[in-house]
């Protein structure tokens, strides 16, 4: 099957980015899992486009004419929203704990039931159910 990469992994410092870039191509390429679809460019695609200050369908244009992730960002950087070293941070923080304490809180504590791994204390975030879901956790 083929996955986007992991949403903690990073490009040029930001988390989920590569994800949604990911997302973009896998679907372009018919290869993207049906469950994904219907979430391309909203919830969490929404929440980076709008954070980066970009239109979701322009960047989807430019990564399925084949941009790659440096070309991507630098489109991103140049026709969206500068962002501080800290406003970095800060994203990252802030998505690498969503669902813990929060919100998203319940998402997570369903979809883990809706798996069988209710049992599983270790999972408190959206990224982290991710990760399990994907198989990149145990």
């Known amino acids: 099957m083929n996955l986007p990469r992991s ?5 040029h410092g930001l988390v ?3 994800r949604m870039i990911d997302k973009i191509r896998l679907h372009a390429a018919g ?6 679809v219907a979430n391309l460019g909203e919830k969490l695609d929404g929440v980076c486009v709008r954070f980066l200050g970009v239109d979701y369908s322009t960047l989807k244009s430019i990564v399925v004419a084949g ?5 991507a960002w630098e489109w991103c950087v ?13 994203w990252n923080t802030f998505m690498t704990k969503y669902g813990w304490r929060d ?8 979809r883990l039931k809706e798996c069988g791994h209710e049992d599983r204390t270790d999972i408190e975030t959206i990224f982290d159910y991710i990760d399990l879901d994907e198989g990149r956790k145990s």
């Open 7 to 11: 949403p903690y992994d990073q490009v």
């Open 16 to 18: 989920y980015f590569g």
């Open 31 to 36: 290869k993207l899992p049906e469950a994904y």
């Open 67 to 71: 941009a790659s992730d440096e070309e």
């Open 78 to 90: 140049k026709n969206g929203k500068s962002h501080t070293e800290e406003e970095i941070m800060i």
């Open 103 to 110: 919100d998203a809180s319940e998402i997570v504590k369903r």
